[in-house]
């Protein structure tokens, strides 16, 4: 019974420690603003261009549009930690799966007057699309054994042309005032709709984690795949299904993302984000090789790097250059993340206290 007790409470402690990097990046980020500019924090309600009043602000921007990057660390987290590797395919998965949404509501006219379908059968049939996509993943990586990178890069190259296929290389625009509020605001409500569903996919997730094996059997076969197949789990459906879960983050992460404008350029939509995806869990202090994983460290680094971009773009660093601040202070983040600088951390903290004991 105390040895139950004690790994548990090694477990939590565990959790926490994931958690000290993504939570000690925010409150650099934070101070920097504070010190240099105050009013990065000012909050003010406003009235959108719809007339109705709205809360502005940097804070709610990070919330508002770090949406999309959260809810897509959570899929990258769990194929992370079973596979070993990566998905690099998620912006060109996020064209495919906003384009059939284009598609299902303005059907063949490029701004219909009305949309052509219910835009709860648009996000239905982007989700099993964006699943089956995953599926392939799954497949070429459990089954036939490719490394989850390469396995991606077909779909990475081709996804925003099959986007742009879809609707005929054509730019389709949804009149619908109901489809906005995905990626804006619902009348009377001043908060942004995306932090709601961000919220909802977190609760989730940390319910299927709790109630269900999923969270266990992922790490089991990240850790060693060959010990977890003598102890009845199968790797091949684990592995599969991860790409799966992340891939109907994709369509949720495109409904929001599609919605915030009404159409979309297959070219440039969520550009990069799949890199800004990977380096949110490993800011999360998720090992990149596969394994344990937290998904709360994972989702705070996702809004550590739209609080980095936030703060970039306040202080008019040019569009061409913020790439390159953020890979500064990113490689910094993640390399104080790694389990290897954070032992010799550690280490070096233990003889500090010792030594201090001695000389009192």
């Known amino acids: 019974m105390d040895n139950t007790k004690s790994k548990g409470t090694l477990a939590i402690l565990g959790s926490f420690r994931q958690l000290i990097i993504p939570l000690v990046a ?16 000012h909050i003010a309600i406003k009235e959108n261009s719809a007339g109705n009043p709205v809360i502005s602000g ?3 921007s990070i919330l508002d549009f770090g949406t999309e990057l959260a809810i897509l660390s959570i899929g990258m987290t769990l194929v992370t930690a079973a596979t070993g590797g990566q998905d690099i395919s998620v912006g060109s998965a ?3 799966a906003g384009a059939v949404i284009l598609r299902v509501l303005c059907g063949t006219d490029s701004a219909p007057e009305t949309i052509k379908a219910p835009i709860i059968v648009a996000f239905l049939i982007s989700c099993v699309v964006a699943m089956i996509f995953g599926a392939f993943n799954g497949v070429l990586v459990s089954i036939f054994k490719i490394q989850p990178m ?9 996804g925003r042309s099959i986007g742009a296929w879809i609707n005929s290389n054509r730019l389709p625009v949804v009149s619908d005032v109901e489809f906005t509020y995905f990626g804006g605001n619902i009348p009377g409500m001043p908060i ?7 919220i909802a996919c977190f609760i989730i997730i940390a319910l299927v984690l709790k109630f269900t094996n999923l969270g266990l059997y992922t790490q089991a076969v990240g850790i060693n795949e060959k010990s977890s197949r003598l102890n009845g789990i199968n790797p091949t459906f684990i592995k599969f299904i991860t790409f799966v879960i992340l891939g109907l983050c994709v369509a949720i992460a495109s409904l929001i993302t599609v919605s915030r404008v009404s159409s979309m350029n297959y070219s440039t939509v969520a550009k990069d984000i799949e890199m800004d995806a990977i380096l949110a869990v490993a800011l999360g202090g998720n090992a990149l090789s596969g394994g344990k994983f937290s ?3 994972s989702i705070l680094g996702a809004y550590v790097i739209q609080f980095l971009g936030t703060t970039l773009y306040k202080f008019d660093v040019p569009s061409a250059a913020i790439s390159a601040y953020k890979a500064v202070v990113v490689i910094v983040l993640v390399v104080f993340s790694a389990p290897v600088v ?3 951390l550690s280490a070096l903290w233990k003889k500090i206290r010792v030594s201090k004991k001695e000389a009192s």
């Open 342 to 344: 954070r032992e010799k």
């Open 295 to 297: 998904m709360a460290a």
């Open 58 to 60: 940097n804070l709610i």
């Open 150 to 158: 390469v396995a991606t890069l077909i779909l990475f190259t081709a």
């Open 192 to 198: 942004p709709t995306p932090f709601f569903i961000a």
């Open 26 to 41: 925010i409150v650099i980020l934070a101070l920097f603003n504070l010190i240099v500019d105050p009013s990065f924090f």
């Open 94 to 96: 996020m064209a495919i």
